[in-house]
């Protein structure tokens, strides 16, 4: 079974600052995805980034950045420039089998990290 | 706003009551999925749909049916629930490209429910 480990159960920074969230999970898979996800506080869920375990380049979107560590199965995001609109739950994600064929696709979450942006 | 759409937006239940949860996705896509959201607990997969065939139940109580007429629509029928059930409830689509799945899931707002 897959689990998603996020240590950080709240993070506060001030505003333009960079913040970096770390992610770690636990996998026998080599072939998966990882996400991180974003839920504001009105609750739709959207997706910021995502990461092919088969590729080595870090994914970039804007100002977020992901350090991926396939051998320490570490997946973290970095925010630069972060803004008031960033303040929100941010969940790491997992998912096996992009390929479908039977069993789970579902996605494995972490239990959240609740970033605040401060003024 | 995502293209997937969920009522109600809350509910309240008892015990003895019989309620249903519909989402709705716009996006054309051919896969839906169920989570359920707690405090404190990470968000936990409970049902997926592929084509209209449920291809995955995580060991969810028998009091939670699942139905998915369409590849648009996926309802959660809530029977005989506990206090400990009350949470969200979200709704995620995707789209399975001829074998080869996406993996971007969209969500909807969810479901606020509470079981009194």
């Given at each position: 079974a897959?689990?998603?480990?996020?240590?950080?159960?709240?993070?506060?920074?001030?505003?333009?600052?960079?913040?970096?969230?770390?992610?770690?999970?636990?996998?026998?898979?080599?072939?998966?995805?990882?996400?991180?996800?974003?839920?504001?506080?009105?609750?739709?869920?959207?997706?910021?980034?995502?990461?092919?375990?088969?590729?080595?380049?870090?994914?970039?979107?804007?100002?977020?950045?992901?350090?991926?560590?396939?051998?320490?199965?570490?997946?973290?995001?970095?925010?630069?420039?972060?803004?008031?609109?960033?303040?929100?739950?941010?969940?790491?994600?997992?998912?096996?089998?992009?390929?479908?064929?039977?069993?789970?696709?579902?996605?494995?979450?972490?239990k959240g990290t609740h970033l605040i942006i401060q003024p | 706003e995502t293209g997937v759409t969920q009522t109600p937006r809350h509910l309240v239940m008892g015990m003895t009551n019989k309620k249903s949860l519909k989402c709705e996705q716009h996006l054309g896509h051919n896969a839906m999925y169920w989570y359920k959201q707690s405090a404190k607990k990470p968000l936990e997969l409970m049902f997926v749909y592929n084509f209209k065939e449920q291809t995955e139940n995580n060991s969810v109580p028998s009091r939670f049916s699942p139905e998915c007429p369409n590849s648009s629509h996926l309802f959660l029928h809530l029977h005989t629930l506990q206090p400990e059930d009350s949470a969200l409830y979200l709704c995620a689509s995707s789209q399975d490209f001829s074998g080869h799945r996406s993996y971007e899931q969209y969500f909807g707002p969810g479901t606020r429910l509470t079981v009194t």
């Open positions: 897959q689990t998603v480990t996020q240590s950080q159960p709240e993070m506060s920074v001030q505003e333009a600052e960079t913040v970096t969230l770390s992610c770690t999970y636990d996998t026998s898979e080599n072939n998966y995805y990882l996400f991180w996800y974003k839920q504001p506080p009105s609750r739709q869920m959207i997706l910021v980034i995502r990461q092919e375990a088969y590729k080595q380049q870090n994914a970039t979107e804007n100002r977020f950045s992901v350090n991926f560590q396939k051998a320490a199965k570490s997946f973290s995001l970095k925010i630069s420039d972060s803004q008031l609109g960033d303040t929100a739950m941010y969940f790491c994600a997992f998912m096996t089998r992009p390929y479908s064929g039977g069993g789970a696709d579902g996605l494995t979450f972490g | -």
